[in-house]
């Protein structure tokens, strides 16, 4: 766990944000992958071109913003077909929790 870039990652009020929005997606974000072929267990990722919408910012922002926070550990990717969807690394979101609280 680097706490330094995820402390980057989220320093960014938009990029919380869409930590947030991803927890409950169902809540936040329209059905996803009506544009795919067939059925895909999406484990609830949601597609870049809903998250930009929810954020009101440029596709090329959000983009920039999931890469950080995929590279700081808080999320995941999976790509079908030329859509790509992102989830939360609840994993590594358990252990920065756990670390603040054992360590902070």
């Known amino acids: ?3 330094i870039e995820i402390c ?3 320093s960014n009020e938009t990029r919380l944000n869409i930590l947030k929005w991803l927890k409950a ?3 936040n974000f329209p059905p996803q ?13 949601v597609c870049v071109s809903s998250i930009q919408a929810k954020a009101g910012i ?3 922002t959000v983009s920039n ?4 926070l995929q590279r ?4 995941l990717s999976e790509r079908h077909g030329k859509w790509t969807y992102y989830r939360r ?10 670390f603040i609280g054992s360590e902070l």
């Open 58 to 60: 440029s596709q090329s």
């Open 33 to 45: 992958g009506g544009c795919l072929n067939e059925p895909v267990d999406l484990k609830g990722g």
């Open 72 to 75: 700081a550990g808080l999320l």
């Open 65 to 68: 913003y999931l890469d950080l």
């Open 25 to 27: 997606p169902q809540e």
């Open 8 to 10: 980057k990652a989220l």
């Open 1 to 3: 766990m680097d706490l």
């Open 89 to 98: 690394n609840e994993e590594m979101i358990a252990r920065l929790a756990a």
